[in-house]
């Protein structure tokens, strides 16, 4: 059974960052695209941020280019979202997400075919 649990989100400044990290359980993380996507009060799902499995090619989307860097490690079962510079437009609830055979940008557009999705953490910025 796949569980994915979310943390380090928080409040923060507009400016800040914070780092959000996700464990994964229940299956191999290595045979599966990773992925965090996030949801605003009022707001459809959107993917922030993929990876794929194997080479380990990322997409962003471009509302966070440049200011995120996603990572995995496949022998911790983790993956993780560095956001810098945030913006009080980043402030969502940021779900954690796993996909078995796709690659980082389908799986970030495509996010309602997803069926595996963590519970979430809520970030905050103010401004």
């Known amino acids: 059974q796949v569980q994915l649990v979310e943390s380090g989100g928080g409040l923060v400044q507009a400016g800040g960052s914070l780092r959000l990290s996700c464990a994964a359980s229940?299956?191999?993380?290595?045979?599966?695209?990773m992925g965090w996507f996030r949801q605003a009060p009022g707001k459809q799902r959107e993917g922030v941020s993929c990876?794929?499995?194997?080479?380990?090619?990322?997409y962003y989307s471009e509302s966070v280019e440049g200011r995120f860097t996603i990572s995995r490690d496949d022998a911790k079962n983790t993956v993780s979202l560095q956001m810098n510079n945030l913006k009080p437009e980043d402030a969502a609830v940021y779900y954690c997400?796993?996909?078995?055979?796709?690659?980082?940008?389908?799986?970030?557009?495509?996010?309602?075919?997803?069926?595996?999705w963590g519970r979430g953490a809520p970030v905050t910025v103010s401004s």
């Open positions: 229940g299956f191999t993380m290595g045979d599966y695209a």
């Open positions: 997400a796993a996909s078995w055979g796709e690659t980082a940008q389908p799986m970030c557009v495509r996010w309602y075919a997803i069926r595996s």
């Open positions: 990876i794929s499995k194997n080479d380990g090619s990322t």
